[in-house]
């Protein structure tokens, strides 16, 4: 059924759905900000970074691999690979080329001071000893 309303009286649907997500996008831009400037850089790791490189495995993403590069890391899927810069303590920021943001990655020490699993993706993977 075709409309009877003339064109220059029709709602802009494209305009409101483009307001829409810009506004997403600044509100998301903004919490980004709120997040940067809450950054403690005066709280290191717990461990050196070498200790966190390694394979972790989720029974509902299988396994990643961890890399030392440089003052970072690198986070390896079978598909991708990811940027890990240290955060807060035993939180790293993961970041990707495609992205303006990125992602938290959670590690768990164990009391023997060892890297036991990190959460990611809202998953849980553990460390897979070689």
Known sequence: VLDPTPVAERRDW????LALYRAREAEA???WDRIRAARRPDAPP???LDA???????PAWGAVELRRAGAALELR???????LAPWHGDVFL???H???RGDFVHF???PDARVGALRIFDSAFERVEE
């Open 77 to 83: 899927t079978g598909a991708r690979r990811y940027g």
């Open 14 to 17: 494209h305009g409101d759905v």
């Open 94 to 96: 993961l970041t990707h």
């Open 52 to 58: 966190y490189a390694g394979r972790y495995r989720s």
């Open 108 to 110: 768990t020490i164990t």
């Open 98 to 100: 495609d992205w303006n």
């Open 46 to 48: 717990t461990l050196p």
């Open 29 to 31: 831009e903004a919490e």
